[in-house]
Nanobody, 112 residues
């Protein structure tokens, strides 16, 4: 099993930046396809960004050009660099290893 733990969330001003981190314990494979999702109460969880094992990255249209996903396999870590934050980015952010059912517990990001 893999345990994922997110960190780096918090309150931030509109236009500001945050870096979310997701660290893993347990089994880790460089072949994991990793992703960030976010969820607002009362809404379905939405995908934000995906990074494939070969570093191909895909973004939701709403964050493209503002967010950047990266990974450090040596550190068993996944990151989400968020710039030019907007109020609509407010959500709980989750990291996940796609296809394996591994999810973190989430970290709150509040933009105001």
């Amino acid at each position: 099993d893999v345990q994922l733990v997110e960190s780096g969330g918090g309150p931030v001003r509109t236009g500001g930046s945050l870096r979310l981190s997701c660290t893993a314990s347990g089994e880790w494979y460089d072949s994991y396809c990793l992703a960030w999702f976010r969820q607002v109460p009362g809404k379905t969880r939405e995908g934000v960004a995906v990074i494939e094992p070969d570093d191909v990255r895909t973004y939701a249209g709403s964050v493209k050009g503002r967010f950047a996903i990266s990974r450090d396999n040596a550190k068993r870590a996944l990151y989400l660099h968020m710039n030019d934050l907007k109020t609509e980015d407010t959500a709980v952010y989750y990291c996940a290893a796609l296809g394996y059912g591994y999810w973190g517990q989430g970290t709150q990001v509040t933009v105001s």
